[in-house]
């Protein structure tokens, strides 16, 4: 009888050693992204919010995102963050649209959107022969779906094309 209540003794530390390192590992590795997601959301919504022209919404999005006027008057300013060390690994990219409505996708974008927004500036501002390879750029399939963002008549089109890159609604932010 001792014996068993000894095996069982041990198996109940076992687990509680278990759980522990558990909850440590969870501390170290995993809580930091989710602060570090939350504080870039934090940042993210006030400086979109606080943006009152296109001027400042671009400045709003930072380097890693992107601006999109449309050919309607309408917008959609996307600002990205993401950060690839651990502790603290996260993706968020917050949307707000000229309508007022906001969208946040955790799909990992990386440089992608403001490659885009570099590449089309590129165009748009340097002489034809130098504005060539960022032409050919612009066209490569990985840039497709910003294409679309971009070239939506509207705003219907563009959250259309805000879905298909993996963003969802999200409420608006208070004030």
């Not at 993401?82 to 955790?106: E, I, K, M, N």
């Not at 390879?133 to 910003?146: C, Q, W």
């Amino acid at each position: 009888m001792p014996r068993r209540r000894t095996i069982r003794i041990a198996a109940l530390v076992c687990l509680l050693a278990f759980l522990t390192a558990m909850a440590t590992a969870w501390v170290v590795f995993e809580r930091p992204s989710i602060v570090n997601e939350s504080r870039s959301r934090r940042e993210s919504i006030e400086l979109l919010s606080r943006a009152a022209d296109a001027h400042a919404l671009q400045e709003a999005v930072g380097g890693l995102g992107l601006f999109v006027g449309l050919p309607s008057g309408e917008w959609v300013a996307i600002r990205y963050q993401d950060s690839h060390y651990a502790p603290g690994t996260f993706s968020l990219a917050v949307a707000r649209c000229s309508d007022g409505s906001w969208y946040s996708s955790q799909r990992h974008f990386c440089g992608m959107l403001g490659a885009y927004e570099w590449c089309r500036r590129s165009v748009e501002e340097l002489p034809a022969e130098y504005a060539e390879g960022y032409k050919r750029e612009l066209e490569d399939e990985h840039f497709a779906p910003l294409r679309r963002l971009a070239a939506g008549p509207d705003l219907t089109a563009a959250k259309a094309s805000l879905d298909a890159l993996g963003f969802t609604p999200m409420s608006s932010p208070r004030r």
